[in-house]
């Protein structure tokens, strides 16, 4: 008996031989399926999918973060000179040159308190950072007061949220303009 | 010819059911779930001779089936054999995490820890116990087209090759099961597989 006629006759026993595992396996069951855990296990990858897709926009639309982070610093900036004006008595709008000495000193060097925020406290920690805002963030009426950028600091604590600012010298007398033209 | 249709009417529920999960059915995951577990469980049993790693491997499946049932397209092959194909990677990839491939099992039946006598007929444990043994190229094809009755063409896809890959995969591995499954027989059983064997082979 040649080679490929013995494998022939092997392969034909074990056809009868794999026919039999073929019924015995089809009798081999899953354990039955519980509806609640499968309905569960549906709704934790929906939940998860749905996150992950959030995420990813999120990440997609990378300008959108700079854009609202920089939305709530001018917003800030904003409530700071607020604040700003209210303190400072101001009874005559003086020219740039002439900017009161006393209005620049309180936001010159230390640090002024946001009035929305929460108060200051000694034994918490604090960030300071430097951002670029234009003046024009401080007029109401667009054109009354000049063009251009004036640099600021930044108190931030541990939440997030702005305390506090400080101003350069010569940007204070700017600010202080600016605020004048708001009232 | 009846078979096949009814074959393409199951395939064509299944492609709803999964169109439908990737739309967020909860209902069409359940019946999809009902309806092809214990394929995937019977595939997994038949690579792996563990029922316990067969669960897994349909958990498994079934969570890929609820992150990528969107990705499925009816063009590239049948429903069955897109869940096949799931099946058979995370069938691999789990084989190769426990170390299981064929070339690392010891030689010894009864050496392999975490096997399961899983029929009651010894031939047909043996037979298991031998295919369990054949490299992993030869065991997919075999346990796809011999146990699982997909179509050459089906097998194809899910193992991502050309149709004369899996017919040659299926010749050789069949004619090393053979070989496997005499080696094994007690000699009682020898004479009983086939006349060349009774010629060739001499029992002690």
């Known amino acids: 008996m040649t080679d490929s006629q013995h494998d022939k006759l092997k392969l034909q026993g074990l056809q009868v031989e794999l026919a039999q595992l073929r019924a015995a396996l089809r009798a081999v069951e899953a354990p039955a399926p519980n509806e609640a855990a499968l309905r569960a296990q549906f709704r934790e990858a929906v939940r998860r999918k749905a996150i992950e897709e959030a995420m990813v926009s999120r990440g997609g639309g990378s300008w959108r973060l700079p854009l609202a982070a920089a939305a709530t610093v001018v917003l800030a900036i904003g409530v700071a000179i607020g604040a700003l004006v209210l303190r400072v008595e101001r009874p005559v709008p003086e020219p740039l040159a002439a900017t009161s000495p006393e209005a620049a000193s309180v936001a010159v060097g230390a640090f002024q308190p946001l009035s929305s925020a929460p108060r200051l406290s000694p034994s918490s920690s604090y960030s300071v950072v430097r951002v670029r805002i234009p003046l024009s963030a401080f007029a109401v009426v667009p054109g009354t007061v000049q063009d251009g950028t004036i640099e600021a600091d930044l108190l931030v604590g541990e939440d997030g949220l702005a305390r506090g600012i400080r101003f350069d010298e010569a940007d204070a007398a700017l600010v202080s303009v600016a605020a004048q033209s708001r009232q | ?204």
């Open chain 2, 1 to 204: 010819m009846a078979r096949m249709a009814q074959s393409d009417e199951e395939d064509r529920v299944d492609a709803r059911l999964l169109a439908e999960i990737a739309a967020g059915s909860e209902q069409a995951f359940v019946e999809l779930y009902r309806r092809r577990h214990n394929d995937i469980y019977r595939f997994a049993v038949a690579m792996a001779r563990s029922r316990s790693f067969a669960q897994d491997v349909v958990q498994e499946v079934f969570l890929n089936v609820l992150e990528n049932a969107g990705r499925f397209d009816r063009a590239k092959g049948s429903a069955r054999a897109w869940l096949c194909g799931c099946a058979r990677h995370l069938t691999l990839d789990r084989l190769r995490l426990e170390r299981r491939w064929t070339d690392e099992l010891p030689a010894d039946d009864s050496a392999q820890d975490g096997d399961e006598r899983l029929f009651a007929d010894q031939r047909i444990e043996r037979l298991q116990a031998a295919l369990a043994r054949l490299p992993v190229e030869y065991r997919e094809a075999l346990v796809l087209v011999d146990l699982q009755e997909l179509g050459y063409a089906e097998a194809a896809v899910v193992l991502d090759c050309p149709i004369g890959t899996v017919r040659s995969r299926l010749h050789r591995g069949r004619l090393a099961l053979a070989a496997m499954f005499e080696e094994r027989a007690p000699c009682a059983e020898r004479a009983d597989v086939g006349a060349p064997l009774q010629a060739r082979e001499v029992c002690p």
